[in-house]
């Protein structure tokens, strides 16, 4: 089974692939798409789209794991990852893609076994987790190596939710 992981943003947007094969994950692919700050928001969501949808393509996932929306006291960033996810959930029901949603806290306490874990831990534990060979430089492609590792711990089947 192949999951994608997402960390949604629309500046920088976390994109991990892993596979799971019995009890053992890999990484296929993981990176941090950014988008230009100059460019209108229409045209980065589209090409947060495009991308996305070249990553269906290529890597062929049957799940789609991203962090649900969490309120803060910016309500302009939170509208505006709320319409990042809507294009996100849109190319994965497209795409016939079984949805994951995990909270921050569900996430930290798959990771870390603590919901309240700092963003540090989760960046220390993932490499424990799962082979990555390269260096990661944004921690958005960490959390989105989370997402995707959550859901492959949570995942009793590729067809049963949790």
């Known amino acids: 089974m192949r999951i994608l992981g997402i960390d949604p943003g629309y500046e920088r947007l976390g994109i991990a692939v892993i596979e799971k094969k019995e009890r053992k994950e890999t990484v296929i692919h993981s990176e941090c ?7 209108i928001f229409s045209v980065r969501l589209e090409a947060l789209g495009t991308h996305i949808e070249k990553i269906i393509a290529h890597h062929t996932p049957s799940v789609l794991a991203i962090e649900s929306l969490i309120f803060n006291k910016n309500q302009k960033t939170v509208m505006r990852v709320a319409e ?3 294009v ?3 190319l994965a ?7 994951y949603e995990y909270t921050p806290s569900q996430i930290k306490d798959a990771i870390i076994g603590y919901g309240k874990a700092t963003k540090n ?3 220390l534990m993932i490499p424990k987790l799962i082979t990555i060979n390269r260096e990661i430089t944004y921690d958005d492609e960490y959390d989105a190596l989370a997402v995707a590792l959550t859901a492959s711990a ?3 089947s590729p067809h049963t939710k949790i």
């Open 154 to 156: 949570c995942i009793k």
């Open 93 to 99: 029901e497209k795409n016939k893609l079984t949805i």
């Open 121 to 123: 831990q989760i960046t």
């Open 88 to 90: 996100l959930l849109y």
């Open 84 to 86: 990042v996810r809507g």
């Open 33 to 39: 798409f950014q988008t230009p700050k100059e460019d």
